[in-house]
């Protein structure tokens, strides 16, 4: 069963900076890309960031656009996310993704979420 454990978040100062992680386990699927969205209160979950299977290409929301930066650790089956210059506005629970396939069954583009983590940007 695919499990993905998130870790980091919290409370952090406007102007500080957080590092989420985001381990896969429990399955022999390859990883495909990875990710990260956010979901603020009332609103909808949003793409924060999200990165090829090599890490070769990445793409972010404009409204992190040089403050956060995505990247894994493809023999730890991880994803991070290091997020600086943080503002109120990036209060959110921040949910990583994986699309994953079975190829010897020909099966691709299979999504999986993590429960979430809490990030507060607050003095």
């Known amino acids: 069963q695919v499990q993905l454990v998130e870790s980091g978040g919290g409370l952090v100062q406007p102007g500080g900076s957080s590092r989420l992680s985001c381990a896969v386990s429990?399955?022999?699927?390859?990883?495909?890309?990875m990710g990260w969205y956010r979901q603020a209160p009332g609103m909808e979950r949003e793409l924060v960031a999200t990165i090829t299977t090599d890490g070769g290409y990445t793409r972010y929301a404009d409204s992190v656009k040089g403050r956060f930066t995505i990247s894994r650790d493809n023999k730890k089956n991880t994803v991070y996310l290091q997020m600086n210059s943080l503002k109120p506005q990036d209060t959110a629970v921040y949910y990583c993704?994986?699309?994953?396939?079975?190829?010897?069954?020909?099966?691709?583009?299979?999504?999986?979420w993590g429960e979430g983590t809490l990030v507060t940007v607050s003095s």
């Open positions: 429990g399955s022999s699927f390859s990883i495909d890309d």
């Open positions: 993704y994986v699309v994953m396939s079975d190829v010897p069954a020909g099966i691709f583009g299979m999504d999986y």
